[in-house]
């Protein structure tokens, strides 16, 4: 029962190439959609549960894709190996880097987050010798799945809503778990939580290395998928419009990051007809979003129907 | 190499001046309420962008310079009064996020307004180098430097010799007990957006002659002037200043001897230096939360 929302959406994203047979809107840009879905969930791991701001999320994304492409590419390491590789890589590097850099808080964690996120591109865009510089690295070999090769659009539509479910269901899991408590915990208040024995440097520690492995596995699923990776594809706007998933749908939602994620690959979809205007309405929205539903969208409506659902049962 | 040396100080002084007023901006709107205005950038775009479409248009460079200012002035009270006042008590995740929004918004209607295209303004006083003990400085950098000094000056007098200035600073110490003393803290609110746009925009008219401005060219020097407030302590006007000034030493220095395309990684990396050892800044004061 706990899952049953998960269940009908498993059903509902199976069921769309079959009701919209040889669409590209549906399968393109749902793949689209499912990647940032990985993303959103990631990230609202650790800005809805925990708290924790992060404006440097697409380097995460960003070496675990450098990593499949440069191991794939410049090594000829099996893609697999490459994607475990990108792993274990960034959960590192975000185990290392957890400690200093969540002992911050509201503003400073932010400046943090936003220098680590422009270091990782700058040295995206300069180590030309491994990435490719600004040209980025092509010729990416597809992803090889235990001898299957996945090409094509609905194979790739396949495989990556198999791994935003595989997501969604461990977050979904996640959340409800000792370490999720512990989270919302942390998020309410830290003093408290500590004073509870929750070790919040470590809950919090945890959370930022999981938000991390999220990416960069995007990431790889990404890099085998265009074939393409430059540094344009993880930069400081990337980041910006992770968070804006994240806080369109609703922070602290599962489901809320997910809709988050999908209505803005649409929005961007659907804006490209007026591309002079997109900037300006993604940052309209982001304002209206936050001063007039600071819960999200998503959260902001279900609750509003809940409420009136309770009016109505109270009349009758 | 004494020589070279020098050059890089002046390159960075110059570029660490525009910092300084961007993070004297940044200052501001923090002591008057807490928040981080990650649109500050913006400010330096639309300063530097609205005289170079008035000079264009055929006004002379000081009436346009002028008239940026007053209307980006008007641009940071319009943001105060429809983006910042109507989510008074949101949680610091929040703000940061409205004014990112706010952030992307300018860029987007001054993307609408000037196209993709990088504009340039002249330089105030000609563009013959001098040399000064082996190294070359571009008047414009002179301006740059005295302009700025006298900005921060007057910022500084402002603060502790006018009671407008003092008002406002009591707003940033408690503003409940500004508000008991009959301060009226929205009108001070509003001062620090109005003061703090017009630092930016200046910052944008003064480096216009320099580098190129564009739509985008604000997203950088806001986020380095956000680096200066920090260095210099969050909250702390003349730190934010000596840390703008020593980020864009830092960073020429960096750029000359390391590598240019390496500049903008060294500067973060400082910042991320001082966060983790020193997060109150390097000139702040130690802060306790309230739990």
């Not at chain 2, 950038?41 to 248009?57: K, P, Q, S, T, W």
Request: charged share 10%; glycine share 12%; hydrophobic share 60%.
């Amino acid at each position: 029962m706990r899952l049953a929302g998960f269940y009908l959406f498993a059903a509902l994203v199976a069921l769309l190439p079959v009701l919209f047979p040889d669409n590209y809107f549906v399968i393109v840009i749902g793949a689209s959609a499912g990647l940032h879905v990985i993303l959103a969930v990631g990230l609202n791991l650790l800005m809805g549960y925990a708290g924790q701001i992060s404006l440097g999320h697409a380097a995460f994304f960003g070496m675990g894709a450098y990593a499949s492409a440069i191991l794939t590419t410049r090594f000829g390491w099996p893609s697999l190996l490459a994607l475990a590789a990108g792993l274990v890589a960034t959960g590192a590097i975000a185990w290392l880097l957890a400690r200093p850099i969540l002992r911050l808080r509201g503003h400073y964690l932010a400046m943090a987050t936003l220098g680590f996120g422009i270091i990782v591109h700058v040295i995206m865009v300069q180590a030309t010798r491994w990435t490719g510089g600004p040209d980025g690295l092509a010729g990416i070999p597809p992803l090889n799945l235990f001898g299957w090769s996945v090409e094509g659009d609905l194979q790739w539509y396949g495989v990556i809503v198999a791994a935003m479910l595989l997501a969604l269901w461990l977050a979904l899991n996640l959340v409800d778990s000792q370490v999720g408590r512990a989270l919302r915990a942390v998020h309410g208040s830290e003093f408290a939580a500590q004073m509870m024995g929750v070790d919040t440097g470590r809950a919090k520690t945890q959370v930022f290395v999981v938000s991390a492995l999220f990416a960069a596995f995007a990431g790889s699923l990404f890099a085998h998928q265009q074939a393409f990776v430059s540094p344009d594809s993880f930069n400081l706007t990337i980041s910006v419009e992770l968070v804006t998933m994240v806080v369109l749908g609703g922070m602290a939602s599962t489901f809320g990051a997910a809709c988050g994620a999908i209505a803005l690959t649409l929005l961007h979809q659907g804006l490209v007809v007026f591309e002079d205007y997109e900037m300006l309405i993604h940052g309209a929205l982001l304002m209206a979003v936050m001063i007039f539903l600071p819960q999200g969208l998503f959260v902001g409506l279900s609750q509003g129907a809940q409420r009136l659902w309770v009016t109505l049962r109270q009349e009758s | 190499m004494f020589e070279q040396l020098f050059q890089f100080l002046v390159t960075g002084i110059t570029v660490g001046s525009l910092y300084a007023l961007v993070g004297l901006g940044f200052a501001l709107i923090y002591n008057a309420s807490d928040v981080v205005n990650f649109a500050q950038g913006e400010f330096v775009m639309l300063g530097a962008m609205i005289a170079i479409a008035l000079l264009d248009a055929g006004m002379p460079l000081l009436l346009a310079a002028s008239a940026a200012t007053l209307l980006t002035i008007v641009a940071g009270l319009l943001l105060e009064r429809f983006a910042i006042e109507p989510a008074k008590g949101a949680s610091v995740v929040t703000t940061i996020i409205i004014t990112i929004g706010a952030g992307i918004f300018l860029r987007g209607v001054a993307l609408l307004l000037w196209g993709k295209d990088f504009h340039s303004l002249p330089p105030f006083s000609g563009d013959t180098p001098i040399q000064l003990g082996g190294a070359t400085v571009l008047p414009q950098s002179l301006w740059v430097l005295g302009i700025t000094v006298l900005l921060v000056a007057l910022v500084r007098a402002f603060f502790n010799r006018t009671l407008l200035g003092k008002a406002l600073l009591a707003c940033s110490f408690n503003r409940v007990a500004a508000q008991a003393v009959g301060i009226n803290v929205r009108v001070m609110l509003r001062l620090a957006y109005g003061l703090s746009a017009g630092l930016g925009a200046l910052a944008g008219i003064l480096i216009a002659p320099i580098t190129f401005s564009s739509y985008e060219a604000g997203v950088m020097l806001g986020l380095k002037g956000f680096s200066a407030a920090i260095i210099g302590g969050i909250g702390n006007p003349m730190g934010a200043v000596a840390g703008g000034l020593l980020l864009g030493v830092l960073e020429s220095l960096g750029a000359g001897l390391i590598s240019s395309g390496y500049k903008d990684a060294i500067a973060f990396l400082f910042v991320l230096m001082v966060l983790f050892f020193k997060p109150t800044g390097l000139f702040g004061h130690q802060l306790v939360e309230r739990v």
